[in-house]
C-alpha cells in the first residue's frame, strides 16, 4: 500500500533521512523504531509532505504521493497523528474532532465517524463539550488519535503516542491502538517505548542517524542483541 523508496530529507543544509526504504501492506501495523534524532519524525513528515524530499519517491496505491502537495495527501487516506497531541486548546472536544473530518469524503460520513470515535473513546465522549486545553495530557492524546480517525484513514500514522503519559494511560493507548488496527486500520507507529511497540506491530524498521540499520519480524527483533542492548535494556 505505501511504499518509500530511497527516500532522504533535509532540513536547510541538514540531513535528517538519507536513502530511507520502507513499506506497508494494507491493514498491516509496522513500527519505526530508533533513538532521539534518528529521523522517525522526519520519516512521518516526508509521507505527509511537511518535509520535501531531496531523493527518493513515495507511493500510495500506486500514486505518487510526493508530487502532491500535503493538503491533498489525506485524501489519499493517509493520517498523521504528529508527536505532542496538537489538539486545538480552545475549542470543544467535539469541535477537535469535527475539524479532523477535512476532506470531502470524511465530512459526508462525519457523524457516523464521530459516532465510532465516541464507541473507542467513552472519554471523549462523555467529555465532549470540554475545552480541549482543559483535558489530561492521555485524554488530549485520545482526542489527537480520535481526530486522525475523523479521516478515516487507510493508514494511520503515530509519532510517539505514548510521550509523557502515565504508565496506566499508555496502557489505556496502546490498548486503543490495537483496538483501530484490529477494525482494519494500517498502522504506522513511531514509538521510543520498543517493547510497547513491538508487542503490537508485526514488523519494525529501526533507523539510526537517518539511516534504515535493521528491518524484522518484532518477534526477530525482541530477539535481537542488537536491539536489546540498545533498546530494551537488557
Ligand atoms: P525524536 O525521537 O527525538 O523525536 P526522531 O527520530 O523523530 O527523534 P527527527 O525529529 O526526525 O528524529 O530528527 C532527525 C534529525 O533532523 C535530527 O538530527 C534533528 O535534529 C533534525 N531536525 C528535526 N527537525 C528539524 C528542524 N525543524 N530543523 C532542523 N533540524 C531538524
Redesign the pocket.
Known amino acids: 500500500m505505501l511504499e518509500l523508496n530511497g527516500v532522504s530529507a533535509r532540513?536547510?543544509s541538514?540531513p535528517?533521512?538519507a536513502n530511507v526504504s520502507i513499506r506497508i501492506g494494507a491493514g498491516e501495523a509496522v513500527g519505526l523504531l530508533?533513538?532521539?534524532?534518528?529521523?522517525?519524525?522526519?520519516?512521518l513528515?516526508a509521507i505527509s509532505g511537511l518535509v520535501g524530499l531531496s531523493a527518493g519517491s513515495i507511493s500510495f496505491d500506486g500514486i505518487d504521493v510526493a508530487a502532491l502537495p500535503p493538503h491533498r495527501r489525506p485524501e489519499l487516506g493517509i493520517a498523521h497523528v504528529p508527536?505532542g497531541r496538537q489538539v486545538f486548546p480552545e475549542m470543544s472536544v467535539q469541535e477537535n474532532l469535527e475539524i479532523g473530518a477535512y476532506v470531502p469524503k470524511a465530512k459526508a460520513e462525519r457523524a457516523r465517524t464521530m459516532e465510532l470515535v465516541y464507541e473507542i473513546f467513552p472519554r471523549l465522549a462523555e467529555r465532549r463539550r470540554q475545552l480541549a486545553g482543559t483535558m489530561s495530557g492521555g485524554e488530549q492524546q485520545m482526542l489527537a488519535v480520535g481526530r486522525g480517525l475523523m479521516l478515516k484513514p487507510r493508514l494511520l500514522m503515530l509519532?510517539?503516542p505514548s510521550l509523557g503519559l502515565a504508565p496506566v494511560m499508555t496502557d489505556v493507548t496502546f490498548e486503543k491502538i490495537g483496538e483501530i488496527h484490529r477494525m482494519g486500520t494500517a498502522i504506522l507507529l513511531?514509538e521510543?517505548n520498543v517493547s510497547r511497540a513491538l508487542s503490537l506491530v508485526s514488523r519494525a524498521y529501526v533507523?539510526e542517524s537517518?539511516n534504515v540499520i535493521m528491518h524484522g519480524s518484532s518477534a526477530e527483533l525482541a530477539g535481537n542483541k542488537q536491539v536489546q542492548t540498545a533498546y530494551l535494556g537488557i
Open positions: 532540513y536547510g541538514v535528517a533521512i530508533g533513538a532521539n534524532g534518528a529521523g522517525k519524525s522526519t520519516t513528515r508527536e509519532d510517539e513511531v521510543q533507523l537517518g
